[in-house]
């Protein structure tokens, strides 16, 4: 069955810098897309970066600052987050899907992995 395994949040400081991970396995055929979405306590979650075929998008609060990329080689996808603000402060998860609708909407996606909490203060 398919397993994405996050790792890589933590604590840090205002301003500071964080890379996340996730390693996917136990697929036959490959995503189309992957990427990271992330909830505050009370909030929807909302998509922060993804990765279809090679083509990344965005959302709107972290453009300029997060970086996703992949290495297929690895099936990881890496999210670099740098700049960062106590709004970030959030689970964040990882996802996968075959043929997402809106590349940023939770909803479109399949897989999820179990999340990594990222704290800015």
């Known amino acids: 069955h398919v397993q994405l395994v996050e790792s890589g949040g933590g604590s840090v400081q205002a301003g500071g810098s964080l890379t996340a991970s996730c390693a996917a396995s136990?697929?036959?055929?490959?995503?189309?897309?992957m990427g990271w979405f992330r909830q505050a306590p009370g909030e929807e979650r909302e998509g922060v970066a993804v990765?279809?075929?090679?083509?990344?998008s965005y959302g709107d609060s972290v453009k300029g600052r997060f970086t996703i990329s992949q290495d297929s080689a690895k099936n990881t996808v890496y999210l670099q987050m740098s700049s960062l603000k106590p709004e970030d402060t959030a689970m964040y998860y990882c996802?996968?899907?075959?043929?997402?609708?809106?590349?940023?909407?939770?909803?479109?996606?399949?897989?999820w992995g179990q999340g990594t909490q990222v704290t800015v203060s």
């Open positions: 996802a996968a899907a075959f043929f997402p609708g809106s590349r940023l909407r939770a909803s479109e996606y399949d897989y």
């Open positions: 990765i279809c075929n090679g083509i990344t």
């Open positions: 136990g697929y036959r055929f490959t995503f189309n897309c």
